[in-house]
């Protein structure tokens, strides 16, 4: 469906308005319009028919690129990691083999919980030992205590000291001497 202008007057109903306004503008084009000849013809026909399959085109190729990236980014997660180790998976390993490693591991462990113990006993016998020594030495000090208590009550009350006697020399004379 077209919608047309209706004519300014009638003067100009049969006259190309494009090509007159060309050659006044543009004398070196020798004539020729660059326009398409009159208003009936349009540059951009409205085809909507066509530009619905235009977009419609568009969007599934649009959608189409999104999935293939989306398909190459997981087949990159799932794949990644396998892909970087490329060493084969280790084979299985049997229970036997399994005891047979573990037995020296095993007789390691019982060796240190026997040095375990040992340090447990070597040092609650430390402790017994401090215990004793510093009974001892409470012991010996409550004796030196007692025994110096003992002494001091034994000795005879201590006299005032007597005042000493101090030599004073004779006072010098003044005069000198005589000759």
């Known amino acids: 469906m077209r919608i047309e202008s ?3 007057n009638d003067e100009y109903t049969h006259r190309d ?13 020798g004539g020729t319009s660059r326009r398409a000849s009159g208003f009936k013809s349009d540059r951009f026909p409205s085809g909507g028919l066509q530009n619905s399959r235009r977009i419609t ?3 599934a190729l649009f959608s189409v690129a999104v999935l293939i990236g989306v398909c190459a980014t997981l087949t990159w997660q ?18 036997a083999e399994v005891q047979e490693q573990l037995k020296p591991v095993a007789l390691d462990l019982a060796i240190v919980k026997r040095s375990v113990e ?19 030495i409470a012991t010996l000090q409550a004796a ?29 004379s003044l005069k000198p001497p005589a000759q």
Request: hydrophobic fraction near 40%; charge should be negative.
């Open 118 to 136: 040992q340090l447990a006993t070597n040092q609650d016998q430390l402790v017994r030992k401090q215990d004793q020594v510093a009974q001892a």
């Open 57 to 59: 085109r568009t969007l």
């Open 17 to 29: 308005v494009d090509t007159d306004l060309d050659e006044d503008r543009a004398p070196w084009l």
């Open 144 to 172: 030196e205590q007692n025994i110096s208590q003992q002494i001091l009550a034994l000795a005879p009350p201590a006299a005032p000291p007597a005042p000493r006697a101090t030599h004073v020399p004779p006072p010098k």
């Open 78 to 95: 799932m794949v990644g990691p396998w892909a970087a180790s490329a060493s084969p998976p280790a084979p299985a390993v049997t229970s």
């Open 6 to 8: 209706p004519p300014l």
